[in-house]
């Protein structure tokens, strides 16, 4: 029998232990009367006892007012539910039951689910305090804004430190449909998109299909990035959201090689033609020796080559949500 629990309506969440900071009714530079937009977070799990009160105090200790948050839990074993109990209720939603592996969780958990914007985070991760802030921020402010995700990927420890950080300059449709984003292979890529750290509209979501194809056992966050940029462009913020936890035995490191067999067939499947031999050449050279992990600002070009850039493919635009005194303004820049 399943163990079930939660609720059905939206709560103004706050944790006793975490006392996080109120937050105000409407969002700065918005018009009067307008609230946050809900946003709508998924946690699967299965026998992550060792770090799943540190994934849910990071999504309820943000404090943030209009929130659905769901646990799915495959029957673990481990005590995982005796905590997930402790918190039952802030959640919208928690079940324990035998599932068909962890896309299927978070599929059955978005269907618990109605925000305006939507994410999981797995149990063995978490979020930064500022996240769903910065997001919902952006969001209201920016409705050309579909999807989002950061530049500034961090990387967890087993102690929940953040360890190591990695700086992309940006993400492009094309660009991904050569492979820049799917690394371990023979062509240029410049890092993966971060699945903690990405935020998407539930139009987006329904567009694309609403689901995650659960044919895919570990690659399914590729397949539904490649979907998305069939549909739209993938925006970025210079502030971290969350992080990737490494340890030990974890199953994304164990199972790496399966991981980039999965994502090949997806981007194979979606189209995807990788750089020939020669640019793939370049394109490393260019993207170490020139431009690193940093995007090149339209702003800092003179209009002529701002013009080249934008008729040519060498370099590819990239979408930058960039903080100012005013709020939020979206910036245009390039990477190889």
């Not at 005796?82 to 978005?110: C, M």
């Not at 999981?120 to 991760?125: H, K, P």
């Not at 998109?193 to 399914?220: C, M, N, P, V, Y």
């Amino acid at each position: 029998m399943p163990i079930l629990g939660g609720r059905e309506s939206v709560m103004n969440s706050s944790i006793i232990r975490n006392h996080p900071l109120p937050y105000p009714q409407c969002i700065p530079n918005m018009k009067v009367g307008s609230r946050w937009p809900k946003i709508s977070i998924v946690t699967p799990s299965l026998n992550q006892g060792q770090f799943i009160e540190e994934a849910i105090r990071s999504v309820l200790g943000q404090g943030y007012p209009c929130l659905e948050y769901v646990i799915i839990d495959g029957n673990s074993s481990d005590g995982s539910v005796d905590v997930i109990r402790t918190y039952e209720q802030q959640l919208t939603y928690w079940v324990s039951e035998p599932d068909h592996g962890q896309y299927d969780a978070i599929n059955k958990g978005f269907a618990k689910t109605s925000g305006d914007i939507m994410a999981w985070l797995n149990s063995d991760d978490k979020y930064t305090p500022w996240a769903f802030s910065v997001v919902a921020d952006i969001f209201a402010t920016l409705p050309q804004v579909e999807w989002l995700t950061t530049t500034c990927a961090l990387t967890w420890d087993q102690w929940g430190r953040a360890v190591k950080w990695g700086a992309r300059g940006g993400y492009n449709r094309r660009a991904f449909f050569k492979g820049s984003n799917l690394p371990n292979l023979s062509w240029h890529s410049t890092g993966w998109i971060q699945q903690e750290s990405t935020f998407w509209r539930r139009s987006l979501w329904e567009r694309a299909g609403s689901r995650i194809d659960d044919f895919f056992k570990l690659a399914g966050d590729f397949d539904l990035w490649a979907r998305f940029f069939q549909h739209t462009d993938l925006y970025t913020v210079s502030s971290p959201l969350g992080g990737f936890r490494t340890y030990g035995d974890q199953k994304s490191i164990r199972h790496m090689e399966t991981y980039v067999e999965e994502a090949k067939e997806s981007f194979w499947r979606h189209g995807g033609q990788p750089y020939p031999r020669w640019e793939s050449a370049l394109r490393r050279f260019l993207h170490v020796s020139v431009m690193g992990d940093r995007e090149m600002s339209r702003r800092r070009l003179p209009p002529w080559a701002a013009a080249i850039l934008s008729r040519f493919h060498f370099f590819y635009p990239v979408k930058l949500c960039i903080w100012t005194n005013e709020g939020w303004r979206i910036d245009d820049g390039y990477i190889v």
